[in-house]
């Protein structure tokens, strides 16, 4: 994929006619981004992986319909997002979450999306984006972890690139606050010792 533009490389393997291969390919390089999409949407790990297969079952479907208009990556995170969004409004979902609530309501679990994005970069950082709103959240987590251009996350989406750029400049104030403020609360704590 280095060199080639995402339709060349789409195209290039759709020469082949073989759609077990394509997917295989498809699999292998984005694999990894699809899972944790969409275990950062949903935020648990058995979801994530229907998830994974439900995408890669409609990629494989509809291979030959891709149009170029997107990256690969974003054409597969769109397709991830929809899915989940589709799942969020099965009633079967809502009935398996709502039981789900219900046992573990006195547990005292660490929340799944804390501990995989700590492990992923830097711990501060990766807690601060955590205590983000959803909005800065998910630009902050397609751009700085997926990597997305600011136009791919608009596509994705659905916003203005100006809402884009608003969203990741909020959010990274605030994450520098809190760093900030952590930084402070153990220089004050090293003074008191």
């Known amino acids: 994929m280095n060199g080639l533009s995402s339709f060349e490389y789409l195209s290039a ?3 082949t006619t073989d759609k077990d291969a394509i997917l295989q390919d498809l699999i292998r390089h984005f694999g990894r981004d699809v899972w944790n999409y969409a275990y950062f949407l949903t935020g648990r790990m058995e979801v994530a992986d ?19 208009d997107s990256t690969v990556k974003t054409w597969l995170l769109a397709i991830t997002r929809n899915v989940v969004k589709d799942h969020w409004k099965s009633a079967w979902t809502r009935r398996v979450l709502l039981m789900g609530a219900l046992t573990r309501r006195h547990e005292t679990v660490s929340s799944t999306e804390k501990e995989v994005l700590s492990r992923m970069e830097s711990g501060d950082i990766w807690k601060a984006v955590l205590e983000l709103p959803d909005k800065l959240k998910e630009v902050m987590v397609l751009y700085a972890h997926h990597q997305l251009t600011v136009p791919e996350i608009a596509d994705l989406l659905r916003l203005r690139e100006g809402t884009v750029k608003s969203r990741l400049h909020r959010a990274r104030g605030k994450i520098q606050f809190k760093l900030d403020q952590a930084e402070q609360a153990l220089e004050t704590r090293g003074r008191s010792r």
């Open 50 to 68: 229907d998830v994974f297969q439900d995408v890669f079952v409609k990629v494989y479907r509809n291979l030959y319909n891709y149009r170029g």
């Open 13 to 15: 393997l759709c020469e």
